[in-house]
């Protein structure tokens, strides 16, 4: 089983920045379609951003196109968010996950088979 777990949220100011982290275990990390969703208050679990495993691909919700950067560092491995231009609408909990069986879509939350516990993300106006 692999075990995700994330980092480096926090309150901040908008306009402001945060660097989330995200850290897996297993010794085939690097075969892993990761991603990063976020669920607000009230609302339904969302796609943010997703990196193929080779870390060749990037692919972003239009809500954080050109804001936020997703990458990763397979002989750590781990995968990041940078997150910069912050809005309040950003607020949420931030989920780091992984695909292991490339089935379905990258987009689609039900396609991954491990997840982290989150961090909070606030962005005060």
């Known amino acids: 089983q692999v075990q995700v777990v994330e980092s480096g949220g926090g309150l901040v100011q908008a306009g402001g920045s945060l660097r989330l982290s995200c850290a897996a275990s297993g010794r085939t990390f690097s075969t892993y379609t990761m991603g990063w969703f976020r669920q607000a208050p009230g609302k339904e679990r969302e796609f943010v951003a997703v990196?193929?495993?080779?870390?060749?691909?990037?692919y972003y919700a239009d809500s954080v196109k050109g804001r936020f950067t997703i990458s990763r560092d397979n002989a750590k491995n781990t995968v990041y968010l940078q997150m910069n231009s912050l809005k309040p609408e950003d607020t949420a909990v931030y989920y780091c996950a992984a695909r292991i069986v490339n089935l379905g879509s990258i987009y689609n939350a039900g396609q991954y088979t491990y997840w982290g516990q989150g961090t909070q993300v606030t962005v005060s106006s």
């Open positions: 990196i193929t495993a080779s870390g060749g691909s990037t």
